[in-house]
């Protein structure tokens, strides 16, 4: 059974940092792409960026040169790395396995940006 599960989530004031994990079980963790998605309240989920097998990563526009996405194979773990956090950045963060949008995902961590 395929698990994701993050943490790292909290409270934060603008232009802060916050580094969110996954750590995920029930496949073949080095050989599969993952992705984090973010749900802000009221809108639809919307993908973040996608880190693959190779370590090549893809990013929104929205959040490019801010977040960055690394994963440690043998811990079976990847990360978010936020930065120059905005209030426009508060949602629910999940990981997700795949690049398609369509992989399970976990329960989510929530991110607040506030003053």
């Known amino acids: 059974e395929v698990q994701l599960v993050e943490s790292g989530g909290g409270l934060v004031q603008p232009g802060g940092s916050l580094r969110l994990s996954c750590v995920a079980s029930?496949?073949?963790?080095?050989?599969?792409?993952l992705s984090w998605a973010r749900q802000a309240p009221g809108e639809r989920l919307e993908w973040v960026g996608t880190?693959?097998?190779?370590?090549?990563?893809v990013y929104s526009e929205s959040i490019k040169d801010r977040f960055t996405i690394s994963r440690d194979n043998a811990k079976n773990t990847v990360y978010l790395e936020m930065s120059s956090l905005k209030p426009e950045d508060t949602a629910v963060y999940y990981c997700?396995?795949?690049?398609?949008?369509?992989?399970?995902r976990g329960q989510g961590t929530q991110v607040t940006v506030s003053s």
């Open positions: 997700r396995l795949g690049d398609s949008g369509l992989g399970p």
């Open positions: 029930g496949f073949a963790f080095s050989d599969r792409a």
């Open positions: 880190i693959y097998q190779t370590l090549y990563t």
